[in-house]
């Protein structure tokens, strides 16, 4: 998964807290998305990015909030975070030439 | 809207035994078909892309072939090594978001 990173890895939230979860990518891709994870689920698209300063919701887009200040960090935040928010969150960045989503390491958030 | 059915949800191979994993789909207009394998904990890694009915591509024990409903991951001689979740993506014609929808994902296990 060279070239996107998510930080943080692990996160425990309670019911209610706000967080900011980052991804970064070196590779100077136009296009981000974020997806999370559920068992059952597969992935699903939560927000997305075509350039520095747009971003768009995606499939599941309630209860999160995204931006793209720099062309390189894609931010997805939990303003108030709720237990259905318990899940793996994935960010991709899209090499539009190749035309393949590449994927960071994940971020496991539990919400108590 | 956009399908992908995986199937079997999971399955369990001896060391070298062959088999298939079926991804199913209903896209409005394929731009393209991608499989991807994804280790425990971590995200999904790309595999191939394939374009239109009658493509195969292969990569060491892998070979991905399409048609006009479904593509097949053909694994031959597996090793242990092997062992994933692999999951199918498809791309529909979306003005110029390049979403992905993917389906649930195969949980491989291929046992020594």
């Known amino acids: 998964n060279a070239g996107v990173t998510q930080t943080p890895k692990f996160r425990v939230l309670k019911t209610g807290q706000s967080m900011t979860l980052l991804c970064a990518q070196d590779?100077?891709?136009?296009?981000m998305y974020w997806y999370r994870q559920d068992p059952g689920m597969g992935l699903r698209l939560i927000h997305y990015?075509?350039?520095?300063?747009?971003?768009a919701k995606g499939e599941v887009p309630d209860g999160y909030n995204v931006s793209r200040l720099k062309k390189q960090n894609f931010l997805l935040g939990l303003e108030s975070a709720a237990p259905s928010q318990t899940s793996v969150y994935f960010c991709?960045?899209?090499?539009?030439?190749?035309?393949?989503?590449?994927f960071g390491a994940g971020t496991r958030l539990s919400v108590l | 809207e956009d399908q992908v059915t995986q199937s079997p949800e999971a399955l369990r191979l001896q060391e070298g035994e062959s088999s298939s994993l079926n991804c199913s789909y209903t896209?409005?207009?394929?731009?393209?078909l991608f499989w991807y394998r994804q280790d425990p904990g971590k995200g999904p890694e790309f595999l191939f892309t394939?374009?239109?009915a009658g493509e195969e591509k292969e990569k060491e024990r892998l070979k991905a072939t399409l048609t006009k409903k479904e593509s097949f991951l053909h694994i031959t001689a597996p090793k242990p090594e092997d062992s994933a979740t692999y999951l199918c993506?498809?791309?529909?014609?979306?003005?110029?978001?390049?979403?992905?929808?993917f389906g649930t994902g195969t949980r491989l296990t291929i046992i020594p």
């Open positions: 991709a960045s899209y090499n539009r030439g190749r035309g393949i989503q590449y």
């Open positions: 590779m100077n891709h136009e296009y």
């Open positions: 990015s075509v350039g520095e300063g747009t971003t």
């Open positions: 896209v409005s207009g394929l731009r393209g």
């Open positions: 394939l374009y239109s």
């Open positions: 993506a498809v791309q529909a014609p979306n003005f110029g978001n390049e979403k992905l929808t």
